[in-house]
């Protein structure tokens, strides 16, 4: 690993301190009106050359990550080539140049308000963007993760602070990064890493950061939030935070494929050890469903995981004997630690006992363990997703004949995730344009926006409106000319807006 000097190279986890932080945040602002100038083929360029880095570094990669990360070999590298993914998706996205969604309105002396003037609106990048990495996905979800390449696609420097979870994978992944983006030609100060718990806080409450994201624990997320919202000049956090992902199964489905869903069930929640946030740990199941031996025998076929940390490990014990303590129900598979490794775990307790102790059943328990609800009746189901919090997702495992059933629900589960499956599992978030990652807290802090996906982009940039500018001072992308040939949608006098390139 190199130290970094005040001209912009990456700092070492020993030698970072306040001085050197500064260094950073000060080439980083130095940054942002260069990248706000760049053409969507420059941010191109630099987005393909981050990713054929990456690419060609697998073999070195891979191992480190292994070795920090506790992750078996496939899922890394599949890991590492869903990050390359995401960073040529946005590289396209940038090229393409529709996120910056120009909307131009033309004089009008007959619009229908009063006389209309000339007004061009674009959106324009938020500034230096702070990226709290996240432990459970040391690729796709860290230092060159969507999050970064969704900022950098927008036109904005990005500072990551590493997770201590993995500091080896993320100092070499940075510096791989740095060098490609300066040598496709992104100025000093585009991307930068910095270490440790304090520095990042330091960091998140400096003014010269715009923006910052995060994903982790309901805990930490609050308090980087509430950092965020009493700065002298409060800023966008965008925090991924606790999601149980609730799955509810109708009597219906049970009847045509009870053994299926069972099995596809406990394939989801051991996913990963159960480390995933998208895990499904709270299933509603129809009472008399007869599958406990099933969901037993699948369960029971699950090996023990290695979690990603000794402090996870330790946390998903004390996590698991409190709830287990508290609910009583009946075990169809005890978590036990073996080799200090814990088992898949599967608790089942009744509609009752979740009303009564809903808070606790409702907490997201990270790790290889869920919980199985039984209702009763139509309405008790409809009760508990009217309690239930915020979630990433909410699956629906349902027959066609139950669309009477469905649409009388439909309207309460919207209220509670951002992604509503049907007959599917929540684990695995495919990076696509409609794709929704986010939801209602907890689960999120902004429900409005993304993590994954092209729409992700759209959390680091603000709209800007100029009115009555003469045509050469205006931004390339809002001038009649078009010089970066981007779709505008122009509203001509007496005329509907349109969407093409000029």
Known sequence: MTDRDREG???????????????????????????????????????????????????????????????????????????????????????????????????????????????????????????????????????????????????????????????????????????????AGAPAGTFDIIYGREIGVAALSDDRVDAATFTGSVRGGLALADIAARRARPIPFYGELGSINPVVVTPAAIAARGADIAQGFVDSFTLGSGQFCTKPGLVFLPAGHGLDDVLATAAAGKPAGELLTEAITAGFAARLADLVGSLGGRLLAESRLID????????????????????????????????????????????????????????????????????????????????????????????????????????????????????????FLRPVTYQNFYGPWLPEPLRDDNPWNVPQNRSDAGQSQHWGRR
């Open 9 to 183: 190279a990456i700092v070492t986890a020993q030698t970072l301190t306040s001085e050197s932080l500064n260094s950073v945040l000060t080439a980083a602002a130095a940054a942002k009106p260069v990248l706000a100038a760049q053409s969507p083929q420059q941010r191109y360029g630099q987005l393909t050359a981050v990713a054929d880095g990456l690419d060609a570094a697998a073999e070195e990669l891979v191992p480190v990550a292994m070795a920090e990360s506790h992750l078996p070999e496939a899922r890394l590298r599949g890991e590492l080539r869903r990050t390359t993914m995401q960073l040529r998706l946005f590289a396209e996205e940038a090229r393409e140049g529709r996120f910056l969604d120009v909307r131009i309105d033309v004089p009008d002396p007959d619009f229908g308000s009063g006389p209309r003037p000339d007004i061009r609106r674009m959106r324009r990048p938020i500034g230096v963007v702070l990226n709290f990495a996240a432990s459970n996905f040391p690729f796709a979800f860290s230092v060159a993760g969507g999050d970064t390449a969704s900022a950098l696609g927008a036109g904005c420097p990005v500072i990551v602070k590493a997770h201590e979870g993995h500091p080896e994978l993320s100092a070499r992944t940075a510096e791989i990064v740095h060098s490609a983006l300066t040598g």
């Open 340 to 459: 200090g490794n814990p088992s898949p775990g599967l608790l089942v307790i009744d509609y009752p006992t979740f009303e009564q102790h809903r808070n606790n059943a409702m907490t997201e328990v990270f790790g290889p363990f869920a919980i199985i609800v039984e209702y009763r009746d139509a309405s008790e189901i409809a009760s508990a997703i009217e309690q239930l919090e915020g979630s990433l997702t909410l699956t629906i495992q349902a027959e066609e004949s139950d669309s009477a059933l469905v649409g009388s629900l439909l309207s309460s589960i919207e209220q509670k995730a951002g992604r509503i499956l049907v007959n599917d599992w929540p684990t695995g978030v495919s990076v696509t344009p409609a794709q929704h990652h986010g939801g209602p807290y907890p689960s999120t802090t902004n429900p409005l926006h993304t993590a994954v996906g092209t729409a992700a982009i759209e959390r």
